[in-house]
Each structure stands twice: as C-alpha cells, then as structure tokens.
C-alpha cells in the first residue's frame, strides 16, 4: 500500500535555530518527491522536488535530502523565521507509464511554530 | 494574476442545503483536482479530471459532482450538506503530460455547515 508518513507531527522551536523535518515513504512506482509549505489559510506552496538520481537540494533556507534506498527524505531549516511557521507536507509521485496513471500521496503533514 | 482562483473563500450554510465551488486555473494544464482538508490538516484526493474527463473518483458520496466544462475549469456542486462536510476544499491543477506534474493549490474554501 502507498504510503507516506511524517515526523514530528508538530514543532515549537527559537527563532534562530534549525531543525529538521522527517518523510519516509514506501510508494512505487517512485516518480519525485516533493516538500509543499502551508500557511494558515492558504494553500500549499511547493518548495523543493527530488527526484531518484538527486540526493540534495536547496531553496534558500530550506535543504532537502532524499535515500532513495531507504525511502527517506528530509527538510532541513536554517535560521528558522518566524514566517516559517507553517505545515509542511511531503508528496511523492507514483506515475506508471503501462497503466496510464500518475498518483500523489500525501504525507499528514509537520506544523512548525516558530516563537520569537 | 492568480493561477488557480477558487470561489467562495468561505461559505457558511445549513444543513439539507445545496453549494457550489467554482475553480479556474490559467496555467493550460491539463489535470485538475479537489481536495478536502479535514480538521487534522490531512489532504485528501476526493477528484481528478484530466481534459475534462474524470481520471480518479475517491470514496466520495455521490451527493458531490464534480462538473468541468472546459480544461480551465472544475467546479464542485454538493447536495444536501450535512455537519461532516465542514472543511475547507482545495482545488489544484498540474500539467502531466510533458509536464513537472507540481501541483499548484488554490487558496482554499472553507465551508461550515451549521
């Protein structure tokens, strides 16, 4: 069954400070992977797209990794503002060229607080 | 210019009532989806219509249709509201064929039905 879970399912961190967001997924066939932001009241926003061959990828703050061998990802922020608080929520891609189809699976998401 | 405008942003209503959500999108894609936010914040496919035909039709009730008149649009017309229909719905658009397959969101509708 496809599958994407997330974790923590939310965190409260300094303004300043990094953390990191986890998604670990068992999806296939595996297209791309992709990390969306939500702000309150808005709809999500696509910030990075992994695909198999790529291992890093970076947006500014925002650095996502991706093991394809352990169906891994993760999103790193640094310097953490205040206008990250947000959800964040991974999304992987299950396309098949035989059947026609193109999935998205959606990850439940991380709401990140970011205190002053 | 807004990608993917949807309307009402909020619409608050009785039960046993029936409501409609227009969507637009003027990327030229060619799939376009709604999508239903619970109170968890937990996305979830309910339709997805490629060139106006309908590719994915989740466990929705049939007291939901979906009816998309050309590419750019897919509106959603629900009957006979009940309480558990309080979410906000997203419709989203991406481009498949040929295309990055991003899935760009509208802002969202909340609906409450009292």
């Known amino acids: 069954k496809n599958q994407v879970e997330q974790s923590p399912q939310s965190l409260i961190i300094l303004e300043g400070k990094n953390c990191t967001l986890q998604?670990?997924?068992?999806?296939?066939?595996?297209?791309?992977l992709r990390w969306y932001k939500q702000d309150t009241g808005r709809g999500p926003v696509s910030l990075t797209i992994?695909?198999?061959?790529?291992n890093t990828k970076s947006n500014g703050r925002y650095t996502a990794t991706l093991d394809a061998d352990t169906k891994q990802s993760s999103l790193h922020i640094t310097a953490s503002q205040l206008s990250d608080s947000a959800s964040y929520i991974c999304v992987v891609s299950a396309a098949s060229v035989t059947s026609g189809t193109y999935k998205y699976i959606f990850g439940t998401g991380t709401r990140l607080k970011v205190l002053a | 210019d807004t990608a993917v405008s949807q309307t009402p942003k909020y619409l608050v209503t009785q039960m046993g009532n029936d409501k409609s959500i227009k969507c637009e999108q003027n990327?030229?894609?060619?799939?376009m989806y709604w999508y239903k936010q619970d109170s968890k914040k937990f996305l979830k496919i309910m339709f997805s219509y490629n060139n106006k035909e309908l590719i994915i039709n989740e466990t929705v009730p049939n007291r939901f249709s979906p009816k998309s008149p050309d590419k750019a649009h897919l509106n959603l017309h629900i009957n006979s509201l009940e309480l558990g229909d309080s979410a906000v719905y997203f419709c989203a658009s991406s481009q498949i064929l040929l295309g990055t397959g991003e899935l760009f969101f509208g802002e969202g509708s909340r609906l409450t039905v009292l």
């Open positions: 998604c670990n997924y068992t999806v296939s066939p595996f297209s791309n």
């Open positions: 990327l030229g894609h060619d799939t």
């Open positions: 992994m695909t198999f061959s790529e």
